[in-house]
């Protein structure tokens, strides 16, 4: 066993202070046990584990005499994250070294099934510098179930850095169960800094293969009634053979979705086309980066970092004006998102963030609001944060379609650098049925020019 949990506990006592004869006396444990698991020879059951974590942390952090009960409480979260990130990279090292056998072997549960996918999430966590790819010719998102989104939220709490998931799906579902398809797309997309999701049709011919980093190769056998089959291996030479077959069909398949390179977006047009369309479905989870006056572009072409985007904001400010405005929309907003425009003044402009002065936000709303005074079929409606949301609305990326194409953007540390696209009309499709269910529920309230007005 690699010891992380062993060295992280006794770094732990070291900072507080505490021999392990106390440290077993305040968790009602022999002696021996506290020395085992510093040293290695064994690890808290994990029935017991998350207690004795939690009971560690108390220990250590009452022992600090931090005075500033919210700092004590910060370092007790702290301590905790810790020891459970360290007891979770030894016991999937342990599940690793129990199932492997350096051939292939035999899986008949779903819980052998996440149990050998976490173990391998955490180990790519270790080996990998924080990269994990995952590689399925199958719809992962359907034979995992919830277990899927637990296991991305497992990943983005860990501090994943990266993560590389290609998936194949039968695009028939996504016109027959639409709102699942793209809710878990968007959760996905929203869950991570970054991410590069592509997503292939399925043949009913191919293998259903995962495959992650070069750790864990499985293949599932069949799937009936959530009862499954599988063989696995983790064996380097076993899951390469599996790799490739993966590679092909990813390379071979037609493209549902596939993520975008930001330096590419600007050169090929994706939002100019995307504004100069007859009718447009746009979230914006950051603030509303569209619809500018003559006089706010002038600004931001004046300020240009380069030639190349001077010519690309010269075009913007043509499209807002002669099309975007004529347009038929539907622009979805969080309350919040507004209010912190208008505080802050930053928003992001063909991959380029801006800051403008409280007036220049002012006259940015106020002609969005002359805008819809001026054509109907440009209509606003806020989400209020005070609202209760499911988590996947809550962490949404931007989400923008018009007739022809969909685009997603997470936006939330740099523009354009987790940004996915699809021009297939099965997967633009969902996303527009998605859209327009969220605009008939009762949190997303339309906003007429005067509302806009009012938050000024």
Not at 209 to 233: K, P, R, Y
Request: charged letters at 25%.
């Amino acid at each position: 066993m690699k010891n992380q949990f062993g060295r992280s506990l006794r770094s732990q006592m070291d900072k507080a202070g505490i021999k392990e004869s106390e440290l077993a006396d305040a968790l009602s444990y022999d002696a021996t046990y506290i020395s085992k698991w510093i040293h290695g020879s064994k690890l808290p059951s994990e029935r017991n584990a998350e207690r004795i974590i939690g009971q560690m942390a108390d220990c250590f952090t009452a022992q600090t005499h931090v005075p500033d009960e919210a700092k004590r409480e910060a370092q007790r979260q702290q301590c905790q994250a810790e020891l459970k990130m360290a007891y979770a990279s030894d016991r999937s090292y342990l599940i690793f070294q129990n199932y492997n056998n350096n051939a292939m072997s035999f899986a008949d549960d779903r819980h052998t099934l996440i149990e050998l996918t976490r173990a391998a999430f955490v180990q790519a966590m270790d080996l990998y510098d924080g990269h994990v790819s995952i590689t399925a010719t199958f719809d992962l998102f359907r034979l995992y179930g919830k277990e899927f989104r637990s296991l991305m939220k497992e990943l983005r709490d860990a501090g994943v850095h990266k993560v590389e998931l290609s998936l194949a799906l039968e695009p028939e579902g996504l016109t027959t169960d639409y709102n699942f398809y793209a809710a878990v797309i968007i959760d996905t997309i929203g869950s991570f800094d970054y991410i590069e999701m592509s997503i292939v049709c399925r043949k009913p011919e191919q293998p259903s293969i995962l495959v992650i980093n070069d750790l864990l190769c499985l293949q599932v056998l069949w799937s009936v009634g959530g009862e499954i089959s599988a063989v696995f291996s983790m064996e380097h030479s076993i899951i390469s053979r599996f790799a490739s077959v993966c590679q092909q069909i990813a390379e071979s398949g037609e493209k549902l979705l596939d993520p975008a390179e930001p330096e590419s977006l600007r050169r090929t047009n994706v939002q100019l086309d995307s504004y100069s369309d007859r009718r447009q479905w746009q979230f914006f989870n950051e603030p509303p980066a569209m619809l500018f006056p003559g006089e706010i572009m002038d600004i931001f072409i004046a300020q240009a970092e380069d030639e190349s985007y001077a010519r690309y904001l010269v075009k913007l400010k043509k499209v807002f004006a002669k099309r975007t405005c004529k347009a038929r929309i539907d622009l979805v907003l969080y309350s919040s998102m507004l209010n912190e425009y208008l505080a802050n003044g930053n928003i992001s402009v063909g991959n380029v963030s801006h800051h403008l002065t409280p007036e220049q936000t002012r006259i940015h709303l106020t002609y969005l609001s002359q805008v819809m005074s001026e054509n109907p079929d440009v209509r606003l409606y806020v989400i209020r944060d005070t609202v209760v949301l499911s988590e996947e609305l809550r962490r949404a990326p931007s989400i923008f379609l018009d007739t022809y194409s969909l685009n997603i953007e997470n936006s939330k540390k740099k523009p354009n650098d987790n940004y996915h696209i699809s021009m297939d009309p099965r997967m633009r499709g969902a996303f527009e049925q998605f859209f327009e269910k969220m605009l008939q529920k009762p949190f997303c309230n339309r906003l007429t020019a005067e509302d806009v007005l009012r938050y000024l």
